[in-house]
């Protein structure tokens, strides 16, 4: 079992910059694939990133492809979602989530990932 706990968000203007983090607990962090999700007030949760296992393969929405650059660092049970050219629309909660089940490098379904952190708030103003 892992816990995820997010940080890093806040209120930033359009056009900038914010990196998330999200720290993992347990000893088997590097055997779970790991993604971020947002969720905006009124909208049903969606995919942004994913990481492989091994930090090798990476899987992006459209809408943040080019902005935003998912990371992990195995050795220290991190996983980072650093977001550059922020759009408003981009405001929403942000959710890490650990997927540790086999079948599936890059999974871009919330309802696959078995693990989730208790989200933090980004907004973007315009």
């Known amino acids: 079992q892992v816990q995820l706990v997010e940080s890093g968000g806040g209120l930033v203007q359009a056009g900038g910059s914010l990196r998330l983090s999200c720290a993992a607990s347990?000893?088997?962090?590097?055997?779970?694939?790991m993604g971020w999700f947002r969720q905006a007030p009124g909208k049903e949760r969606e995919f942004v990133a994913a990481?492989?296992?091994?930090?090798?393969?990476?899987k992006y929405a459209d809408s943040v492809k080019g902005r935003f650059t998912i990371s992990r660092d195995n050795a220290k049970n991190t996983v980072s979602l650093q977001m550059n050219s922020l759009k408003p629309e981009d405001t929403a909660v942000y959710y890490c989530?650990?997927?540790?089940?086999?079948?599936?490098?890059?999974?871009?379904?919330?309802?696959?990932?078995?693990?989730w952190g208790q989200g933090t708030q980004v907004t973007v103003s315009s």
């Open positions: 989530a650990g997927y540790g089940r086999l079948g599936i490098v890059l999974p871009t379904d919330g309802h696959e990932y078995e693990y």
């Open positions: 347990g000893r088997t962090f590097s055997s779970y694939a």
């Open positions: 990481i492989s296992r091994s930090g090798r393969g990476t």
